[in-house]
């Protein structure tokens, strides 16, 4: 059974740092990508950053490029979201999510299953 987990989220002031963490177990995931979404109050869940357990490219929304890192361990199968002069308007439940297609790094939702429960992160101004 595959588990997702997010952890790492809280409040933080505009201009500080936070990171996330994404531990998957249940099988193994090299080859698949795993994605950061989030979803503000009211909006759609939008993606944020992706990259595959194998391999070095790594994905970034417009939004967040420069300001976020996506990167992994594969020993602890963890990926991290290290995020970065944080706005308010980053303020949302961050998601991670496993990618559907081997060696795909998708961007949009239908292209990842098994997601986690979520991680608030809350940017104050």
């Known amino acids: 059974q595959v588990q997702v987990v997010e952890s790492g989220g809280g409040l933080v002031q505009a201009g500080g740092s936070l990171r996330l963490s994404c531990a998957a177990s249940g099988r193994t995931f090299n080859g698949y990508a795993m994605g950061w979404f989030r979803q503000a109050p009211g909006k759609e869940r939008e993606f944020v950053a992706a990259?595959?357990?194998?391999?070095?490219?790594?994905y970034y929304a417009e939004s967040v490029k420069g300001r976020f890192t996506i990167s992994r361990d594969n020993a602890k199968n963890t990926v991290y979201l290290q995020m970065n002069s944080l706005k308010p308007e980053d303020t949302a439940v961050y998601y991670c999510a496993v990618g559907k297609e081997y060696l795909v790094v998708g961007t949009t939702r239908d292209q990842y299953d098994y997601w986690g429960q979520g991680t608030q992160v809350t940017v104050s101004s």
């Open positions: 990259m595959r357990w194998s391999g070095v490219s790594t």
